[in-house]
């Protein structure tokens, strides 16, 4: 049984696969300090709530904080047996190398983000992830990874702003009613709101005019849904996207078709 494990710089994604399907997924803030037995108390705790009862033997890792790769690790040696497959070493292969500067290490997250979208929509992909940063990877015609764009994430703007004007308050991530905002809540969920909106729409126009073709938008990560309602930035949504990319490398390195 595989155990897919996304770690996000916010949250960190828990997944089972059974070879057919998912059987769960389950998501718990990203911490550092948290320690293997941590992981497995909290890991078979879910199990046994879901009445899931399974022997997990192979576990793959994409993680953006590499503190937290020596405790899962640990875990996946003390409780599984397995050694982990980590996204981004050398052992790890990919369905297709990324074409980017010598050098250059991507993140494991656009990789499995590159490859999970492939495998579902083919190439000449723009995948923007709302993530702890909003990210646009371009997925050319064979499956490869060949650059992108990094913005501040939505959530980290929005506390960015909080804490440099005291003034203005917490707000949540929202599309407004109107843009012209009445009170400070409204205006700072409008500029927000639509200021992402004209983000994503400018970034994904000007990577299509370098690109010199057509290509497709999919929209992933937590607030993909709420910033599909503007004005139809997204071709696709997938909620499930880096999940996916996670099993399609594993079978890449099991090989399997």
């Given at each position: 049984?595989?155990?897919?494990?996304?770690?996000?710089?916010?949250?960190?994604?828990?997944?089972?696969?059974?070879?057919?399907r998912f059987l769960a997924t389950w998501r718990?803030?990203?911490?550092?300090?948290?320690?293997?037995?941590?992981?497995?108390?909290?890991?078979?705790?879910?199990?046994?709530?879901?009445?899931?009862?399974?022997?997990?033997?192979?576990?793959?890792?994409?993680?953006?904080?590499?503190?937290?790769?020596?405790?899962?690790?640990?875990?996946?040696?003390?409780?599984?047996?397995?050694?982990?497959?980590?996204?981004?070493?050398?052992?790890?292969?990919?369905?297709?190398?990324?074409?980017?500067?010598?050098?250059?290490?991507?993140?494991?997250?656009?990789?499995?983000?590159?490859?999970?979208?492939?495998?579902?929509?083919?190439?000449?992909?723009?995948?923007?992830?709302?993530?702890?940063?909003?990210?646009?990877?371009?997925?050319?015609?064979?499956?490869?990874?060949?650059?992108?764009?990094?913005?501040?994430?939505?959530?980290?703007?929005?506390?960015?702003?909080?804490?440099?004007?005291?003034?203005?308050?917490?707000?949540?991530?929202?599309?407004?009613?109107?843009?012209?905002?009445?009170?400070?809540?409204?205006?700072?969920?409008?500029?927000?709101?639509?200021?992402?909106?004209?983000?994503?729409?400018?970034?994904?126009?000007?990577?299509?005019?370098?690109?010199?073709?057509?290509?497709?938008?999919?929209?992933?990560?937590?607030?993909?849904?709420?910033?599909?309602?503007?004005?139809?930035?997204?071709?696709?949504?997938?909620?499930?996207?880096?999940?996916?990319?996670?099993?399609?490398?594993?079978?890449?390195?099991?090989?399997?078709?």
């Open positions: 049984m595989l155990l897919c494990i996304d770690v996000g710089n916010t949250n960190s994604v828990f997944a089972i696969w059974d070879g057919q718990a803030s990203t911490e550092h300090q948290r320690t293997a037995d941590q992981y497995y108390v909290w890991l078979r705790t879910l199990m046994s709530l879901h009445e899931i009862d399974v022997t997990i033997d192979q576990v793959i890792v994409s993680s953006t904080v590499p503190r937290v790769v020596f405790n899962l690790r640990v875990l996946c040696n003390r409780y599984f047996n397995c050694r982990p497959l980590v996204v981004g070493k050398p052992e790890c292969r990919l369905p297709v190398e990324p074409r980017v500067d010598p050098g250059t290490q991507v993140g494991p997250d656009r990789l499995v983000n590159t490859a999970g979208a492939f495998d579902r929509h083919g190439g000449n992909l723009i995948v923007v992830d709302f993530g702890t940063a909003t990210t646009f990877d371009v997925v050319a015609e064979d499956g490869a990874y060949v650059g992108g764009v990094i913005a501040p994430g939505v959530n980290l703007s929005l506390e960015a702003l909080h804490q440099a004007a005291a003034a203005l308050p917490h707000v949540d991530v929202t599309m407004p009613a109107r843009v012209i905002g009445t009170n400070t809540v409204a205006c700072m969920q409008s500029g927000v709101f639509w200021g992402y909106v004209g983000l994503v729409r400018g970034i994904v126009d000007r990577v299509r005019d370098e690109w010199g073709g057509p290509m497709r938008v999919v929209g992933t990560g937590g607030l993909a849904p709420l910033f599909a309602q503007g004005d139809g930035l997204f071709d696709l949504i997938e909620d499930d996207l880096t999940i996916h990319g996670l099993r399609v490398i594993h079978r890449h390195n099991e090989g399997q078709a």
